[in-house]
């Protein structure tokens, strides 16, 4: 059985990252904002061709209203793309600190590359959705560039320049915007971001182990649990042992991997007339099928027998996972076979137990990769995780995390003639470590303060008053034991 | 005198962010690398029109050398792009790591905006050099876009669609990679990244000097001092004031501060006759260029009398500074204008005391900002901060960090039946939150695994051989005291 509801299926590019938009942890503040005088704020499409800002105190043109310059900016970011606001921003810093935290774990390396790549990188002749659904366009220059729809190609460009010049294996991750572009839109997104996780140089199945338990250190570490989440696991080489039986050309073999990932989307018949294409026969199709419906070692082996590499590498790699402890996050499930051409071996995918949502992460073995960019072969595996689904997974168990912006003190002259004192006690503070809000407002009551204090779940109030101040103290107000004391600037920094 | 050899006068976007090359921290390893057979790295442009990626067991086609599929791709990033390699990614990382701790101590909230915005938001008609270099295109779907060449206007848009629904002063921080593109390219770079912390909703200068003092704790969290770097403050009111006084349209004065600004780089006769097509006559250029000259706020009001408001706010920015104790880094310097259309009143800009390099940061107060897109006037200010004039300035210095990448423990096993436990074992120190590197290739002498301790600055080498682990023991090594003991694997983990 196929993951869920997985409408998608691009290997390290997880189509449904791109899709669901981030939920959003705003709560509805206690305290009501002061009203701006400065917006009336309506959504329009036009824009006012600017002159640029003239500046304040000039005259106003006779006629325009004073401070309103035209009609109003389409205020949306562009179609499929999203703003990170402060509290949006909050919960995607959150995210890439855990991706951050447990590749560190893992001994990996980050790493990065340019958001623009050579179109080139990603044309492969496969039909993989991901090349169909490429951001491309012609730069100035007129070369064919793309806004990276994957990180891998990236990555295995990377290793090729750099060459002799690094020891293997090569461990790293990346955590990047990844885009794509469909003519036909849906109301999805274009821009998602992925954690990769990748390992050069190394053969063996305990590279597949290794990227396997971080990615279960990941959830764990989020409070995911085994009956929360699954890891279907399967081989390439399964699929190829089924060709090979049939005399399929070896040239078809990315082709049918990325045709058959389509099984649970596309009609049966498109599926066998896409086959065909691929230089399958009609009396291979039910072998394939067969092949994929396979839930056991013993019935795998009963197919395709243990020469094609493919059941020993598995049984190897689930030994393996006994070893780290995640054996119960593991499914083999000879149905994955991700819709990227460049897998060979195994092959992997992360998917919600209630089959609600589509795949969580995937990822695979791509020995062959190097090669097809002109390189010389290289064992390499790795994984993509979107930004997306895993929230709505988080959303869904209700696992997120409730992220506040906090504030150790906030610091504030009662009158005009201590704001520069009270910079002076503001950059002491800061220079110990201490988050603080300074308030540079002015006219703003104590009612506001105290509300102010609130919404920022500050801990202290450092009020200067004259009175105070020219005895040399100021007022500390400890907000969560709600006591109040005189203290010198020495005594509050000390005391901080 | 204008900032050093400041080539570009962008504010926000510091043309020299997106010059200079990033630094490589990179040492020479003691560490011989193995050599991996699969790489024979040669540079080229072609690349192989793919068919994808066959499995490896599957039969080659004859003539084509085992594991090699033709001719390399390109393996540099694009045109005036970059990779980041560990080394390189690790120094950007404690870089943002900075201005992101640093923002923090000023209570901001990172933010971030899409990388594709709509070309409108840039397309402003003051000559700036920003939107003459746009990295724009036409999307899939006619819509005329372009790479982000800076954060304010989305910031702006975003501030504007949120409206009422959030409690003023705003203070946000972003960290967001920016884009040009020349035709006439000089090697320049297309990319970089840069820091903004913008205040929106305060109008006093308190704001300004807000931003100051964050800046300076950068500068100074890096090491830099006053004899380092300085920060040249003016106030765009001054200009205003000297154009009042010579009756020049209310419209001109943002493409005229364009002008101004790039009075260093451009013929005189140049300089004069932009502008005579921005309405300003010749007899006034003297007057501007008198202005521009100035020095001390006695000699600035003398000239243009206090009424502009431009000497009071600067006398309080600077007064306030002297709270902060960030005075030593600040002076007065009519000549700095910036060049982005929309600032209103203060600008500034970091630039090195030496004056090799280009200007560090730079901004100011843009009250109008919003209003040109429709919306009602706001007060605002807010820097950019490239990513690569600091760290020309760190290397300058010899304050660029060696940032190591730090493995806590080496797990290995010395026989291939023990990679299942040493699994476990790498997985119970990991859950202890100790990054550990696990062997994984195999067939590795203990020369090499030392070697690679060495490599990794590793604390400690944990070797699974079977004649201890059949007593349930392993060998703990401690690489720092030269020390070695058999343990238990719960003794391990509780001496961690």
């Not at 309103?68 to 703003?83: A, E, Q, Y």
């Not at 390396?109 to 169909?132: C, M, N, Q, W």
């Not at 991997?257 to 989307?265: A, G, P, Q, S, T």
């Not at 020469?307 to 190897?316: C, H, P």
């Amino acid at each position: 059985m196929r993951g869920g509801n997985l409408s998608g299926s691009e290997g390290h590019l997880l189509e449904s990252g791109l899709v669901v938009p981030v939920c959003r942890t705003r709560k509805p503040s206690s305290f009501s904002p002061p009203k701006p005088k400065f917006f009336t704020v309506r959504r329009s499409l036009a824009i006012r061709a600017m002159s640029g800002s003239p500046a304040v105190s000039l005259k106003e043109k006779e006629g325009t209203p004073k401070g309103s310059m035209g009609s109003l900016i389409s205020t949306d970011p562009p179609k499929g793309t999203r703003d990170f606001p402060p509290e949006d921003m909050r919960l995607r810093t959150w995210l890439f600190n855990n991706f951050r935290e447990v590749s560190r774990l893992f001994s990996f390396e980050e790493v990065d590359f340019p958001l623009v790549e050579s179109e080139e990188l990603y044309t492969r002749k496969a039909g993989e959705e991901i090349v169909g659904q490429l951001y491309n366009f012609e730069d100035k220059g007129g070369r064919k560039v793309a806004l990276r729809p994957e990180l891998t190609p990236s990555l295995a460009r990377l290793v090729l320049q750099k060459g002799r010049a690094q020891s293997y294996p090569l461990k790293w991750f990346a955590i990047g915007q990844c885009w794509r572009y469909e003519r036909m839109t849906r109301g999805r997104r274009r821009e998602h971001y992925q954690w990769n996780m990748d390992i050069i140089g190394v053969p063996g199945v305990e590279a597949e182990a290794e990227l396997l338990s971080a990615i279960v250190t990941f959830f764990t570490k989020l409070g995911i649990t085994s009956n929360d989440v699954g890891i279907k696991v399967s081989n390439r080489k399964v699929l190829q042992a089924v060709l090979e039986k049939f005399n399929i050309p070896v040239d078809s073999f990315p082709a049918v991997c990325v045709i058959v990932d389509k099984l649970e989307k596309l009609p049966r018949e498109e599926i066998e007339g896409e086959l065909d294409k691929a230089g399958v026969p009609s009396n291979a199709v039910e072998g394939i099928l067969k092949a994929l419906s396979l839930k056991s070692f013993d019935d795998l082996e009963a197919l395709i027998g243990a020469q094609s590499g493919a059941v020993a590498e598995l049984k190897q790699l689930f030994a393996l996972a006994e070893g780290y402890g995640i054996q119960d996050w593991l499914h083999f499930d000879a149905s994955v076979v991700r819709g990227l051409a460049y897998y060979t071996g195994t092959v992997f995918e992360g998917f919600d137990k209630d089959k609600k949502l589509r795949a969580i992460c995937g990822g695979g073995r791509y020995d062959r990769l190097l090669s097809t960019y002109g390189g010389q072969d290289t064992p390499a595996c790795g994984f993509g995780f979107g930004d997306a689904v895993i929230v709505e997974l988080l959303k869904e168990k209700k696992l997120l995390p409730v992220l506040p912006h906090v504030v150790d003190d906030v610091v504030m002259a009662l009158e005009d003639s201590l704001r520069v004192p009270a910079a002076g006690v503001a950059a002491r503070l800061r220079s110990k470590g201490r988050v603080v809000e300074l308030v540079i407002e002015k006219g703003k009551k104590m009612k506001w303060v105290f509300k102010h204090c609130d919404t920022l779940k500050a801990k202290r109030l450092v009020l200067l008053g004259s009175t105070e101040w020219d005895q040399g103290k100021v007022n500390v107000k400890d907000l969560d034991a709600r006591e109040q004391t005189l203290k010198t600037v020495d005594e509050l920094i000390e005391s901080t």
